[in-house]
């Protein structure tokens, strides 16, 4: 007799088009126990399509059905705290900040920098990014669909009715402890070191970082080099030179770490576009 195989509590289908430098999507099935904590250092557009979940994000909670859509900025780690139905279903858009910033200014649009987390119902936008996606995958009208999709979120975010949720920590000292990693995130960083800067134990340090961000300074410290790496690999940056300047201790470090944390080889990465 044999055993029907469990499905996978998650599955994930990335794609990319090489005629959107900076652009990254992401067609999501969950079910099962939550995701591990992830981030990426780029802004982000994530349609509910399907199920119910709560939305964290420091200290504030928002009930997200099927419909919503959550904007937030690169620095931001809103994160499931909840599902509320046995799977989800969700399609996200992952854009580079300087991009972001180009299409904020064309579409009288926020900054990356001024946007928090904010939740929105708009239909019209969930379909742009649903043409987005067909776009990229057909190699047709990419460039349209992202300047529409681009122009739809800007006029959401600014729309009434808008749900905003914190999009840093509450704590000064945690902020600053942030800032400190984002601004040496090339460069070795030791607890000691942090815990010295804001006058924390870093036992202290450390259990308030992990529950205003969700996760320790070094996971941290590793995923904003991990996403400064797919900016440079789309920029062409050999994935020796991206190792170097984003502090890895050498090429396969970085290699495995990548790896671990997009799912793909640098290599690999770089071929999808």
């Avoid at 009288?108 to 043409?131: K, M, N, S």
Wanted: glycine share 8%; with cysteine; proline share 6%.
């Amino acid at each position: 007799m044999v055993s029907a195989q469990a499905a996978p509590a998650h599955s994930f289908r990335s794609f990319r088009s090489p005629a959107l430098g900076g652009v990254e999507m992401v067609h999501a099935h969950h079910r099962g126990p939550l995701g591990r904590w992830q981030f990426v250092a780029m802004t982000r557009i994530s349609c509910l399509l399907s199920g119910r979940v709560r939305l964290w994000s420091h200290g504030s909670e928002e009930l997200l059905e099927p419909g919503d859509t959550v904007i937030n900025c690169p620095g931001s780690m809103p994160r499931v705290a909840g599902r509320l139905t046995a799977t989800s279903e969700t399609l996200t858009v992952y854009v580079a900040p300087a991009l972001c910033r180009e299409l904020a200014r064309r579409f009288d649009g926020p900054a990356p920098g001024e946007l928090q987390v904010h939740v929105v119902r708009t239909p019209r936008l969930i379909d742009d990014v649903r043409r987005l996606a067909h776009a990229i995958q057909s190699g047709q009208g990419e460039q349209e669909r992202l300047e529409a999709m681009a122009k739809g979120a800007c006029q959401a975010v600014r729309a009434p009715g808008v749900r905003t949720m914190p999009a840093g920590p509450l704590r000064a000292d945690i902020a600053r402890v942030r800032q400190i990693i984002e601004e040496r995130f090339d460069r070795p960083i030791c607890l000691d070191e942090l815990s010295r800067e804001v006058e924390l134990s870093k036992f202290h340090l450390l259990r308030l970082f992990r529950l205003e961000i969700g996760t320790t300074p070094h996971a941290y410290q590793l995923h904003l080099r991990v996403s400064r790496a797919r900016e440079l690999l789309d920029a062409g940056v050999s994935a020796a030179e991206v190792a170097l300047s984003c502090g890895f201790a050498d090429q396969p470090h970085f290699t495995r770490s990548f790896k671990r944390i997009v799912g793909l080889t640098p290599a690999a990465f770089r071929r999808i576009a």
